[in-house]
């Protein structure tokens, strides 16, 4: 599972993720309606001279105020969307023109870049989900990729490694196309035996650090600075 089955790189307004993924609206559930009148449109200051971009990988994501400035575009304020998506906002609509035009520089950083100009864009965010219960001869990316892919996009990314001082448990981060707190138990079958395996999604908002106002909190609700790769808990780095 991957970002190629996203539609222009951005998951596809409108439905859930699943819904997304297979192209079918059928199966999002009912809840109340709040109807929204046609006028409203929000972010108007940032029509024409903002891009909104898709990074590539979570390094991207978290070095991206640093990289854009390597690369000569230093005055641009980031805006955090949620998941991989970003608002890159520019002085004028001919820096935004402008970046745009120089896709062969920051094609390395993003999948998808397009002008903001008020059009939809469906939500979604980076959930950490801690699991539990994997036993140790079964300890790899492959079987942890199986298990997170159950709740969204699982990124090309090591999750563990021979040399991890905790093996009991992992964080791994997923793109997820609903706002739902995660907990479900899952059973793995391996050579017809049966393990009992626990996910959780039980720590706070992420914060990025090329967002963060100074005067800012960039701690969780369990107060664990997550601002970045090198600031996980250390049961999730």
């Known amino acids: 599972m991957g970002d190629q089955k996203m539609k222009g790189g951005f998951l596809r307004t409108g439905c859930l993720y699943s819904s997304a993924v297979k192209n079918d609206n059928s199966n999002i559930p009912e809840t109340e309606e709040i109807k929204i009148e046609t006028d409203i449109s929000a972010l108007e200051s940032r029509h024409g001279r903002a891009v909104l971009v898709r990074v590539q990988d979570f390094n991207s ?118 706002g739902k707190r995660i907990t479900e138990e899952v059973v793995l079958n391996w050579k017809n035996k049966r393990y009992r395996v626990w996910v959780s999604k039980d720590i706070g908002d992420w914060i990025l650090d090329c967002i963060e106002d100074e005067e ?19 049961e999730c780095q």
Not at 106 to 133: C, D, I, M, P, T
């Open 216 to 234: 800012a909190s960039d701690y969780f609700d369990d107060g664990v600075s997550m601002s970045g790769s090198e600031n996980l808990p250390p």
């Open 61 to 178: 994501l978290i070095s991206l105020n640093k990289t854009l400035s390597d690369f000569r575009f230093k005055e641009v304020e980031l805006q955090y969307v949620g998941g991989f998506n970003m608002l890159n906002v520019f002085g004028d609509d001919e820096a935004a023109s402008g970046f745009l035009k120089s896709g062969e520089e920051w094609k390395v950083w993003f999948s998808n870049a397009e002008l903001w100009v008020g059009q939809e864009l469906a939500y979604e965010r980076v959930a950490w989900l801690r699991v539990h219960g994997v036993p140790l001869h079964l300890w790899t990316d492959k079987v942890f990729d199986l298990i997170c892919g159950r709740f969204g996009i699982v990124p090309k990314l090591p999750h563990v490694s021979d040399e991890d001082a905790d093996l009991s448990m992992v964080c791994v981060g997923v793109l997820v196309g609903d």
